[in-house]
């Protein structure tokens, strides 16, 4: 397996300016305020069950659209900073943290960068990149990666090409990518708005495709969301997803069936034509749900066919 993991110093760069409180996991306080937690998805998961049973409110594409249509049109930069009074419970190694959740896309950010450096692909395909948070600094530090951007929503894929073209951007973005990002003229950034279950590239057309937290939205077409990334799909794949494994049981199991979030498996992934190469939960992350890192390579027909 290929080790692609983080320094715990450079997680804590990261992470700690964005934390407002932390108290050990076990501690009595920590421990009610886990309870209350637990109960509160419980009965969201009890109630959106029974709802789907009786009036079949499953979750659509749709659904996803307009919730994120209405997200990115209302984004502020302001969320970026460590000054941000947006709080959620975090954890990591036996701490409970009162957090900015948007600390979690700095921590991405980091395993992107290496997991790119390692991997030195010649062009690069973000599925479901939002308005541009990651692909752009990415962009920006790797200038002469082609990279693309598919997105669902047209507020995204506004927002991000405004972003590519900046000589400048925002100071709070610059301020939260935890690599130096500069102009560069010779930039390579595109945008197209489609859904993740109609890719609309040839086969093999990237070297490298990401997700970030775009599978947690697509349970109801993961089967063909996740052939649509293999078919794309060159050599590798890097998932920053809540997979099952990460998410069986407590807390986290409830607000996955609530939501009707991804529910896959690593072990799922080989029936998609992945094997991954190195994968791992050892990073700060929501106390509901809990997103880890795989970085999975692409198996040739012949290994699938021998499988």
């Given at each position: 397996?290929?080790?692609?993991?983080?320094?715990?110093?450079?997680?804590?760069?990261?992470?700690?300016?964005?934390?407002?409180?932390?108290?050990?996991?076990?501690?009595?306080?920590?421990?009610?305020?886990?309870?209350?937690?637990?109960?509160?998805?419980?009965?969201?998961?009890?109630?959106?069950?029974?709802?789907?049973?009786?009036?079949?409110?499953?979750?659509?594409?749709?659904?996803?659209?307009?919730?994120?249509?209405?997200?990115?049109?209302?984004?502020?930069?302001?969320?970026?900073?460590?000054?941000?009074?947006?709080?959620?419970?975090?954890?990591?190694?036996?701490?409970?943290?009162?957090?900015?959740?948007?600390?979690?896309?700095?921590?991405?950010?980091?395993?992107?960068?290496?997991?790119?450096?390692?991997?030195?692909?010649?062009?690069?395909?973000?599925?479901?990149?939002?308005?541009?948070?990651?692909?752009?600094?990415?962009?920006?530090?790797?200038?002469?990666?082609?990279?693309?951007?598919?997105?669902?929503?047209?507020?995204?894929?506004?927002?991000?090409?405004?972003?590519?073209?900046?000589?400048?951007?925002?100071?709070?973005?610059?301020?939260?990518?935890?690599?130096?990002?500069?102009?560069?003229?010779?930039?390579?950034?595109?945008?197209?708005?489609?859904?993740?279950?109609?890719?609309?590239?040839?086969?093999?057309?990237?070297?490298?495709?990401?997700?970030?937290?775009?599978?947690?939205?697509?349970?109801?077409?993961?089967?063909?969301?996740?052939?649509?990334?293999?078919?794309?799909?060159?050599?590798?794949?890097?998932?920053?997803?809540?997979?099952?494994?990460?998410n069986a049981s407590g807390i986290r199991r409830n607000r996955v069936l609530a939501s009707q979030y991804f529910s896959g498996a690593l072990d799922d992934l080989?029936?998609?034509?992945?094997?991954?190469?190195?994968?791992?939960?050892?990073?700060?992350?929501?106390?509901?749900?809990?997103?880890?890192?795989?970085?999975?390579e692409k198996l040739v027909q012949s290994e699938l066919r021998n499988s």
């Amino acid at each position: 397996m290929l080790d692609l993991s983080i320094r715990d110093q450079d997680i804590d760069r990261v992470f700690m300016p964005y934390v407002h409180h932390r108290r050990k996991m076990n501690s009595p306080c920590s421990l009610a305020v886990l309870a209350k937690v637990y109960v509160r998805w419980l009965i969201k998961r009890l109630r959106k069950s029974t709802e789907r049973l009786l009036f079949a409110k499953a979750r659509t594409t749709s659904d996803v659209q307009r919730g994120y249509e209405g997200k990115w049109s209302s984004f502020d930069y302001s969320f970026y900073t460590p000054e941000c009074s947006r709080s959620e419970l975090m954890e990591w190694r036996g701490m409970l943290y009162f957090a900015n959740p948007y600390v979690k896309g700095r921590i991405q950010l980091l395993f992107l960068e290496k997991i790119i450096k390692e991997l030195s692909p010649r062009n690069v395909l973000e599925v479901g990149c939002g308005r541009g948070s990651m692909i752009v600094p990415l962009g920006r530090r790797f200038t002469g990666i082609k990279f693309y951007g598919l997105e669902l929503t047209a507020a995204g894929v506004g927002d991000a090409r405004r972003l590519s073209i900046k000589q400048e951007l925002p100071k709070e973005m610059v301020d939260y990518v935890p690599f130096p990002i500069s102009f560069s003229e010779h930039v390579r950034l595109s945008f197209v708005q489609a859904s993740g279950d109609h890719i609309p590239f040839q086969d093999g057309s990237f070297d490298l495709v990401y997700t970030n937290q775009a599978l947690e939205q697509m349970d109801h077409i993961k089967d063909n969301v996740l052939r649509e990334i293999a078919r794309v799909t060159r050599r590798a794949a890097v998932f920053s997803e809540p997979f099952r494994d990460w998410n069986a049981s407590g807390i986290r199991r409830n607000r996955v069936l609530a939501s009707q979030y991804f529910s896959g498996a690593l072990d799922d992934l080989k029936s998609y034509g992945f094997v991954p190469i190195f994968s791992t939960d050892d990073i700060p992350s929501k106390v509901i749900l809990h997103t880890g890192i795989v970085v999975a390579e692409k198996l040739v027909q012949s290994e699938l066919r021998n499988s």
